[in-house]
Structures are given as C-alpha cells and as structure tokens.
C-alpha cells in the first residue's frame, strides 16, 4: 500500500535533482562573435596570397556573411605583429618568421601557429661590401654587421658564423630592420648584412654589395600564419573559415598566374619581370608536416645560444605552439 507514495516520493527526488543539474541553455552554447576581425598585412617579399585576397577582398566578403568586419593591419615588423597579437589589437599574423613566433612563445606569449605561409631560403643571403675585404664568413671577424635580431636572419648569421668557428661576440652587431640595413650597407656605414628578397636583388642590382652565402642549408626560410590562443579557443570555426579564405586565395593565383604576379608587381611597386624571377624562389604551402621539426631544430639551436632560457622544455613548447587542427580537409 506504501508502493504508490514510494514511487511518488522517488519520481519527485529525480525531478529536483535533474532541476539541479547545471544545464546549457541557448545562451550559454557559444560565445558570441566578435564585432571584427583583425589581421596584419604583409606584402612582401612578394606574398601573393596576402595580396590577391586583399586586392579581391575575399575575407571582407567572407566575414561580412556573419556581419563582422574584416580589418587589414599593414605591420610587417615580426615584434610589432607579436606586440599587437598580446595586446589583442591583432588577431591574426601572416607572414611571421618562425624564429620570432619561437621565441615569442617562450617569453609568454601565448600564440599558435596554425599553418605554413611560405619558405624562401634561397631568397635571403649574407651581403657584404664589393670592396675585396671580406671573401669568406670568417673574413667577418671584427667587422659591423646590420640585421634585425631575434628573427630568422639574425640564427643565419649565428649559424654561419659557426661554420667558422665564430660567435657574434667576434664582431659587431647593429640592431636594424632590413631596409634600413640595406641603406646602411649602401651608404658604407656597416661592413656586411642579410637581405631577404626583394631587397637583396634591388641591392646587387645596385653594385654596392655582393652575395657572399646564401641560407640554403643554414634556415628553412620560413615563415607562418599564428593566432592568438585566446581567439581560437573562443572561435575555433573563424579560425578555420580564415584559413580557407587563404587557401582560395592560393589557389586563385595558381588558376590566374599571370594576373596573380601582375597584381602582386604592382601592390610592391617591382617590375613584373623581377617578380616573375623571383617567384620560383618562393613557396607558398600550407602544409605543417616538416614545421615541428623544424621549429624544434630551431628552438634547441637557439636555447644553446642562450637566446631561449635554459629552463624551457622545448619539446612541450614546440608541441604547444604548433595546431594543426584548424587547417582545411583536402
């Protein structure tokens, strides 16, 4: 006679439990989207998917779906791209060099990279002056050399100089950005630095410099798309609609090659023909199959050279920093 208020007294107690379960609601499902996406353009050396997607506005028109403007940023200075990614003024950077995102990473801030943009070591090389003092790497011993440290080109120079048995502590060391460099060089007030293109072919052309080592063998001249952490644990799927958008933009220059380097020699003010001989140096994959090792490679080179604190564990920086998983299903 007790079994029908049991069964009550027990349908009740489910009842207030499930009621107190914490439940999501429509409200909670997601976070909301931002009001604009930022992102830093670079166009230079010669990156054509940067310059056919914005000159054919194909993020605008992608964002613009979910009413969210789309913002290019013209910052092509790797510290001030990662300055403006942890002052969240900047969402995404295109066109990084792999050795500022590394040790970005290991001094905190917290970014990851998400796809390849491209790889030109053939399109940086050490230049020194023509004036005969200086034929080989070790000739450097002593002399001023320009470049921007804490980048790809300052780990070939390290990487040189160790083929020689030399430091940077052998000679002297002048902290420019790679057009001021090339000026520098030009004008004789340093005594070597590294070019990449198209500043390298503008500065031979020039007869002031000569190519003395390439970075083939020494840097993979890479650079990388990164993201801040932050943004891509909110809004994953922006994340990889953006890397879509820029593998349609890779692919519209491959369909439309002619037109796609003609775009690009007039954005960077090259003559066409100079674009058209530097193209082959240039790859442009998204792909992130070798980018792990190389950035370990990277990574352990620079911690040796005390540019990356002893106490970092590399691997698990590396592994952190590198996420493949926003990159589009072929």
Partial sequence: MFRPKLLFVFMLCTLVLIGCAPQKTANQASPEKPKAINASYVSRPINIPSVIAQQKKMFEDEFSKDGIEFKWHDISVPSNQLEALAGKSLDFSNSLNYVSAVLAKANGNDIKIISSYSRFPKGISLVVKPDGSINTVADLKG?????????????????????????????????????????????????????????????????????????????????????????????????????????????????????????????????????????????????????KADLLKSASFLQKEGMIRPDVDINKLVEDLVDPSYLPTM
């Fill in 143 to 291: 002399k001023k050399i320009a470049l921007q440290k804490g980048t790809m080109l300052h780990e070939m120079l390290i990487r040189a100089l160790s083929e020689v048995n030399l430091t940077t502590q052998d000679l002297e060391l002048v902290n420019m950005d790679s057009t001021a460099a090339s000026a520098a060089i030009a004008a004789g007030h340093v005594d070597a630095t590294i070019l990449p293109e198209p500043l390298l072919s503008k500065a031979v052309a020039t007869d002031k410099v000569k190519k003395l080592r390439s970075a083939e063998g020494l840097i993979s001249g890479l650079t990388v798309i990164a993201v801040r952490s932050e943004f891509a644990q909110a809004q994953p799927e922006l994340v990889k609609r953006y890397l879509k958008v820029h593998k349609a933009s890779i692919d519209w220059s491959e369909a439309n090659h002619e037109e796609a380097l003609s775009m690009t020699a007039k954005q960077n003010q090259l003559d066409i023909k100079g674009v058209k001989s530097l193209y082959p140096v240039f790859t442009f994959d998204m792909s992130l199959e070798e980018v």
